[in-house]
């Protein structure tokens, strides 16, 4: 095991890493950019270092700062999170090179699904079903149009090496794919480094459902079951369930085996999270996130397992603790993420909180690094904290999480708690049939 480990991240993932390394008794290092100096992750960590000022390709993103980091403290692993550098295989290799591990897949596996061209091919050679559309990179307009005519519009651009709902647009007809397909690639270019684009079929209003997947170097592939992460807005997840509702057991069993299957065929290590599309009883499969997701607390509250303990113990070598038959789901698990953000425009809301009271009780979880007169910087993503609760039904979570929000305050700067309670509230959500679409198509009614 680890003795020292460095956590390359930030806000509420920093203070859930720092914890379960403490509690396997390995000492942490937090590092921070100038604006986060008095942030939580920092107070509760054994040591800090400041990588760098405020802007994250000059502090989080600053793989120099952070392997030097590890040098000045002598931290053996780095533990990325989500995000930042959390599927960077460069970085990955690098730290490698510098006899460091990162806690997570190899860099090459990481390579492997982080260019979705390459990942769908690999998935399709693996048996797990995915979207039609076309078997690699775009070359021209030409070709954009000969694919999208093949698969029928309306089809979906996709960057190849995108995420985070970034990089993508649905077009309906030629002319539109002729104007959004240039924008598009040069969308790719800014944000990721790479102007590849793809095509899918879209499909018009699937769910979004994920499985988990915890595999180590002992031969032991498991599921932890799925998530599903429908309601979003603008491709960004707003609220997550364990299990997902509405889904034929057999269906998902069998998508379990397919996904695990596929692990001991890539011989993959680590956590990781396989992301479909559902539609009228189909699967499709989209993509493979190799880290740990933002939702993975449901999970967690669900089978009773700690991921990012599990994650740090097979990092090390270590052999999973828990067989198959031990992953049982208890009840249902319901995640909402409490973001810094005006509930009319949702433009990020900075500043400082003058008063923080956490909701509290039986099946109630708090993820978060804010507190009273702590002063929210504008500079990184605006989540605040994901309040994770679990009940013995669907409903029991629903009117848990109700409750939950109305006890939780959050004053001196805005939130989208509101929109929250409206959500859980909805008939709409309360069926458990909601799509991606959903949310923004009830935006005003909310």
């Known amino acids: 095991m680890f003795d020292k480990v460095l956590i390359a991240n930030r806000g509420e993932i920093a203070v859930r890493i720092n914890r379960a390394c403490q509690e396997l008794g390995i000492s942490t290092v937090a590092v921070h950019s100038e604006a986060d100096k008095e942030s939580m992750h920092v107070r509760i960590a054994d040591e800090s270092v400041c990588v760098g000022p405020n802007p994250v390709n000059k502090s989080y993103l600053n793989a120099h700062s952070i392997i030097s980091a590890c040098e000045i403290t002598g931290a053996q ?21 510098h006899n460091l591990s990162f806690i997570g897949p190899s860099y090459k596996h990481i390579e492997m699904m982080g260019d979705k061209i390459q990942a769908k091919k690999i998935m399709i050679e693996y048996g797990v079903p995915t979207v039609p559309g076309s078997e690699d990179v775009v070359k021209d307009e030409s070709h954009a149009i000969k694919i999208s005519n093949e698969i029928c519009f309306p089809v979906l651009l996709k960057a190849s090496a995108g995420g985070g709902g970034r990089g993508m647009k649905v077009v309906h007809n030629e002319n539109e794919l002729k104007e959004s397909l240039p924008i598009i690639k040069q969308e790719a270019l800014s944000f990721f480094g790479s102007d590849a684009v793809y095509i899918e079929k879209f499909i018009d209003s699937p769910r979004h459902i994920e499985v988990q997947v915890i595999c180590d170097t002992h031969g032991n592939y498991l599921h932890l079951h799925e998530r599903d992460c429908s309601v979003q807005r603008r491709n960004q997840k707003v609220i997550e369930e364990a299990l997902a509702p509405q889904i034929d057991e057999t269906e998902k ?3 379990f085996d397919i996904c695990v299957k596929a692990m001991k065929k890539m011989n993959y290590v680590g956590l990781g999270t396989l992301e479909f599309l559902y539609e009228k ?3 499709y499969f989209m993509e493979m996130n190799t880290r740990l997701q933002v939702e993975h607390p449901i999970t967690e509250m669900l089978t009773r397992i700690d991921l990012v303990r599990e994650q740090i113990c097979v990092a090390a070598g270590e052999k999973i603790i828990f067989s198959q038959e031990n992953v049982k789901p208890l009840g249902h698990s319901i995640e909402c993420r409490i973001n810094a953000e005006s509930p009319k425009d949702f433009k990020p809301s900075a ?4 008063m ?15 507190y009273s007169g702590y002063k929210v910087p504008h500079y990184y993503d605006n989540l605040l904290a994901k ?4 009940g013995r039904t669907r409903n029991h979570a629903i009117k848990r999480a109700l409750r939950a929000l109305n006890e939780m305050i959050i004053d001196g700067i805005e939130t989208n708690i509101e929109l929250h309670k409206k959500i859980l509230s909805s008939k709409d959500f309360k ?14 009614s909310l």
């Open 77 to 97: 692993a780095v533990h990325p999170g989500y995000g930042f550098l959390s599927e960077n295989a460069g970085f990955a290799k690098t730290l490698q090179d």
């Open 356 to 370: 923080y009271h956490p909701p509290a009780g039986n099946g109630i979880r708090l993820d978060t690094f804010i």
């Open 431 to 444: 069926n458990g049939a909601v799509s991606i679409k959903w949310l923004e198509d009830n935006m005003a």
């Open 253 to 255: 069993n069998k998508l």
């Open 387 to 390: 309040l994770i609760v679990t």
């Open 281 to 283: 009883g189909n699967f």
């Open 351 to 354: 500043g400082s909180i003058k």
